[in-house]
C-alpha cells in the first residue's frame, strides 16, 4: 500500500510540474508584441491589421500572424514594410523539455510561441514629384 502512494504521489507531483511549467510563453509574454512604427517624415498615416495609426506609432499586434504596413502622406509616394512572425525557438525547445505537449499546445494555439520581426521600423518616405517641378526655370 505504501509503495502505491509513493507512486501515485510521485506521478501526482510530475503532473503538476508538467501543467505548471506548460505554455511558459504564454505566461511570460503573451499573446502579443509591441512594435515601433516610424516614418520619415513623421506624421504617415499606416495602415496594419485593419487598424490606421499615425506615426510615430507603438501598436501592439498578436503574434501569430505576419502583417503588411501601407505607409501615406500627402506629398510622399506610398511606403510599404512587412512584419513578420516566426517560431520562438527557445519558447519550443523549452516546451518539449519542460511542457511537453499540453505546453507546445497552448503556447502555438494562443500565439505565445511565435514572435514578430521586426521589433521596430522606420519607413522612409519618398517626395512625389510635381508635374510643376518637372518645368524649366524661366
Not at 24 to 52: E, L, R, Y
Not at 89 to 98: A, D, E, P, R, V
Request: charged fraction near 15%.
Amino acid at each position: 500500500m505504501a509503495k502505491r502512494v509513493r507512486v501515485v504521489l510521485v506521478f501526482g507531483l510530475g503532473l503538476l510540474q508538467i501543467v505548471t511549467a506548460a505554455s511558459c510563453a504564454t505566461i511570460f509574454h503573451g499573446k502579443s508584441q509591441t512594435i515601433n512604427i516610424n516614418t520619415d517624415p513623421p506624421g504617415a498615416h499606416v495602415v496594419v491589421g485593419g487598424n490606421t495609426f499615425v506615426t510615430p506609432a507603438e501598436i501592439t499586434l498578436r503574434r501569430d500572424e505576419s502583417y503588411s504596413i501601407v505607409a501615406e502622406k500627402p506629398g510622399y509616394q506610398q511606403a510599404t514594410a512587412n512584419i513578420e512572425h516566426s517560431v520562438e525557438w527557445y519558447t519550443f525547445l523549452g516546451n518539449i523539455i519542460f511542457g511537453g505537449l499540453i505546453g507546445w499546445a497552448i503556447d502555438f494555439s494562443s500565439g505565445s510561441a511565435y514572435e514578430l520581426s521586426p521589433e521596430s521600423i522606420t519607413m522612409p518616405m519618398t517626395p512625389t514629384v510635381e508635374t510643376s517641378d518637372l518645368r524649366p526655370p524661366k
